[in-house]
């Protein structure tokens, strides 16, 4: 079943963990010096923080799926629909390890679609980045490598 994900970026965490959580009614089910992550059911959504950089905003979309089958066929309709994808196998990001995929909106925001495979104890021990990505003050994400399709820097992930 998918959850959708959103990922923002902000200038101060603990004034944004306080905000969110009185939001959500929930305390983050993550938290970190750098991130915070919640893990709701009403909505079923995975909201992510982090204050590591990048401009203030939103950073980037997707899905989180319950398995690397899911992930799949959802690589799969994406692609039918002639949309670029850069597979990421293995990442190291957001303290999480995942098999994931990026794309690109035509107005420009980043699409993350992945399945969580374990936690890592950083924030972005990634070392499974292809050559055409950069951390950029984050972790995890594909830089213009798809060609017409990812056309900016993508400085963050799930």
């Known amino acids: 079943m998918k959850r959708f994900h959103v990922h923002v970026v902000v200038p101060k965490l603990d004034d944004s963990v306080r905000f969110y959580s009185s939001m959500?009614?929930?305390?983050?089910?993550?938290?970190?010096?750098?991130?915070?992550?919640?893990?709701?059911?009403?909505?079923?959504?995975?909201?992510?923080?982090?204050?590591?950089?990048?401009?203030?905003?939103?950073?980037?979309?997707?899905?989180?799926?319950?398995?690397d089958e899911e992930l799949s066929?959802?690589?799969q309709q994406v692609i039918a629909g002639s949309v670029a994808v850069e597979d990421q196998p293995a990442a190291q990001c957001c303290?999480?390890?995942?098999?994931?995929?990026?794309?690109?909106?035509?107005?420009?925001?980043?699409?993350?679609t992945y399945h969580t495979l374990g936690g890592i104890p950083m924030f972005g021990a990634d070392?499974?980045?292809?050559?055409?990505?950069?951390?950029?003050?984050?972790?995890?994400?594909?830089?213009?490598?798809?060609?017409?399709?990812?056309e900016k820097k993508v400085g963050s992930c799930g």
């Open 24 to 67: 959500f009614g929930a305390q983050p089910t993550v938290l970190k010096d750098d991130y915070a992550k919640w893990m709701l059911e009403d909505p079923r959504v995975n909201f992510a923080i982090s204050a590591r950089g990048g401009e203030t905003g939103v950073n980037h979309l997707g899905f989180q799926v319950d398995s």
């Open 73 to 75: 066929a959802l690589r």
């Open 95 to 112: 303290y999480a390890s995942s098999n994931k995929y990026w794309t690109q909106d035509p107005a420009g925001v980043p699409w993350e």
């Open 127 to 150: 070392s499974h980045q292809s050559p055409t990505s950069e951390a950029s003050g984050a972790c995890c994400a594909p830089v213009a490598s798809i060609p017409a399709v990812i």
